[in-house]
């Protein structure tokens, strides 16, 4: 990650609504404000595909969707897909025999490429309770770092917890804190990669 990637990151909330058979394509995106807003015909394509879709798309303009907002859903979906969306992680209701219980899995090599994968039919206020366990367990050099942040948003009381959040959105995307924590220091103050290495916490993989 480069001094530049950490002053041009693009985010947006992504918010799904149902549609209807009228529209033309099975899922359209378009922007609303500083926003984005896919509207998805359930009959062609299932949320979790609209979902996944509209993020790729977004990210080949180089936006990364940072929360996903559901509007007209289940209470308890429209939790689960927002905590699961704050983790950078698609979610994905499957019905296969691999997987007998909810389990966050990193499909690719790029760090921020994972999927919460629930079994068909789980009760979802279950799925929600196990998320931060099962994250954890597949990223857990991330969720540590998330939690020292999560830790210092509280000993400031909420002052910086834009730039906080801003920080574990780096981190969730490249999988790689103290790179995040050295350019971040190197943004804010020109110190020397030493000084810089010294303030940063120690990880372990």
């Not at 509207?39 to 990364?64: F, K, M, N, Q």
């Not at 790029?110 to 994250?135: I, M, N």
């Amino acid at each position: 990650m480069t001094t530049q990637s950490l002053t041009h990151l693009r985010v947006a909330s992504l918010h799904l609504r149902q549609g209807g058979a009228s529209q033309d394509m099975a899922i359209k995106l378009r922007r609303n404000g500083d926003a984005f807003t896919a509207t998805y015909d359930p009959d062609r394509a299932s949320l979790e595909t609209a979902v996944s879709l509209a993020r790729v798309c977004l990210s080949t303009d180089g936006i990364t969707v940072s929360e996903v907002i559901l509007e007209g859903h289940a209470a308890d979906l429209t939790a689960l897909h927002r905590a699961a969306s704050k983790l950078l992680l698609n979610m994905e209701i499957t019905s296969g025999p691999l997987i007998t219980e909810p389990i966050v899995k990193i499909r690719s090599a790029e760090p921020a490429q994972a999927v919460y994968f629930v079994p068909e039919g789980w009760d979802l206020t279950d799925t929600l309770a196990r998320l931060p366990a099962s994250f954890a367990a597949a990223r857990p050099k991330v969720a540590r770092a998330l939690d020292r942040i999560e830790q210092a948003n509280k000993s400031t009381s909420g002052k910086i917890s834009r730039a906080l959040d801003f920080v574990g959105l780096l981190i969730l995307e490249t999988g790689d804190p103290n790179s995040v924590y050295d350019n971040v220091l190197r943004v804010l103050h020109p110190v020397s990669t030493e000084s810089t290495a010294a303030l940063a916490p120690a990880e372990t993989a």
